[in-house]
């Protein structure tokens, strides 16, 4: 497909999306490894900065984050971060899943009940590695955020998932586990009657000891009665959250760095966005490499470097390296840029922004804030003009 026929992106206005007081949710997803952490707390620094009180969850155990908002770390409660100037507040938190399970735990069951389930030796497995307990646990911490009303905007860094459709299959996922066949023979005793229950019980046990071991049987066992109270609410927030990602105030921002890997990904997330009807903000393109200027071509920059070598002079090599580098870049720059062109081919009717590489890791509140600008800048107010929906400007014949 040539560049004139291919579709143009629609530009993703960030700053108007996170200045919006009807907006009360952001989610940040993709692929790991793109910058969503960093692009969820830039969000929420512009956000503060433009009047906001924002809570920005993140997932992401790394340091840096945390010493990057002016804090020595962070942990499962928010915590205030000082942003000189700043017409709002920002606050932030780190998931913690295991202690978020547990005040679930805690706030659903009575004290006796609440400490019979943190002391099983299931529980204490299932909270801490079970597959896909990471996920829901921040659907759970969403869903508290959202409900203490204390935050006109909450800002969701997703897990780094093997597949970025995790988190939403995170709530039906628990639900299926509780609803399992397997959970179900366990619950019988204490829900019919062990006199009822006992010999097709009996026999269950028997085979599943030999698969799994006696102990672990009885552990999963006293577990499951002693939570069976909770089952019913485990599924009502899974149901509550799940519903509340797809209501009006609600925005998912996809994440991707210019890589085949990464932007499939985000692919296949716009296409389960759509399938289940949740609202779209558009696709951040992280971590870009456009050159200073896109007047001299990689061929002619190559070419140039040739004859200013030929020519000779002081300052020849100089020059000449300072050309193959354009080169490189403008090589570099049309790669992603076809990457990104095929994206939008597939999808286009999703907004884009496209945001450059930062000289090095972001540190400090002012890597976030150059960040920041990069994200929620008006779309055509980039230094060489090519608008921030693309690396490189749309060629015009």
């Avoid at 759970?140 to 459709?165: F, H, M, N, Y």
Wanted: a negative charge; proline letters at 6%; aromatic letters at 6%.
């Amino acid at each position: 497909m040539s560049e004139r026929a291919r579709p143009q992106a629609p530009a993703l206005e960030l700053g108007a999306l996170i200045a919006d007081p009807e907006t009360r949710i952001v989610v940040c997803c993709g692929a790991g490894g793109v910058g969503k952490t960093t692009t969820s707390a830039a969000l929420a620094l512009a956000a503060a900065e433009a009047g906001r009180t924002v809570v920005v969850l993140t997932i992401d155990p790394a340091r840096r984050l945390a010493q990057s908002l002016g804090l020595t770390e962070l942990d499962n409660e928010p915590r205030q971060v000082h942003v000189p100037g700043a017409e709002g507040e920002l606050h932030a938190m780190m998931l913690d899943m295991k202690r978020t399970f547990d005040d679930v735990v805690a706030a659903h069951s009575t004290p006796d009940r609440a400490q019979q389930i943190l002391d099983n030796p299931f529980y204490q497995t299932l909270s801490s590695s079970f597959s896909g307990t990471q996920e829901y646990m921040a659907m759970e911490k969403l869903g508290q955020l959202r409900a203490s009303d204390q935050w006109d905007l909450i800002i969701v860094d997703t897990p780094p998932s093997r597949s970025a459709l995790d988190f939403l299959d995170a709530p039906n996922r628990m639900s299926r586990f509780l609803d399992g066949t397997m959970i179900r023979l366990l619950m019988a005793p204490s829900r019919a009657g062990f006199k009822f229950a006992s010999a097709g019980f009996l026999l269950f046990s028997r085979i599943v000891s030999k698969i799994l071991g006696g102990q672990l049987l009885r552990d999963i066992s006293a577990f499951v009665a002693a939570l069976d109270t909770m089952f019913g609410g485990f599924r009502e927030r899974a149901t509550a959250t799940y519903e509340l990602l797809r209501r009006p105030g609600t925005s998912f921002v996809v994440v991707a760095s210019p890589e085949p890997d990464a932007l499939r990904e985000a692919s296949y997330f716009v296409d389960r966005l759509s399938a289940d009807h949740m609202p779209l903000a558009g696709l951040v393109v992280n971590r870009t490499h456009p050159p200073a200027t896109a007047a001299l071509s990689a061929t002619r920059a190559a070419a140039a470097a040739e004859e200013v070598l030929e020519a000779g002079g002081p300052d020849a090599e100089l020059a000449a390296a300072a050309l193959r580098v354009h080169a490189e870049r403008m090589t570099l720059a049309a790669r992603e840029q076809h990457l990104a062109d095929r994206f939008t081919s597939a999808h286009p009717e999703v907004a884009v922004r496209t945001v450059p590489a930062a000289a090095g890791d972001v540190h400090d509140l002012d890597g976030l804030r150059t960040m920041a600008a990069e994200l929620t800048g008006a779309d055509a107010d980039t230094p060489t003009g090519t608008p921030r929906t693309r690396i490189l400007p749309a060629r015009r014949g």
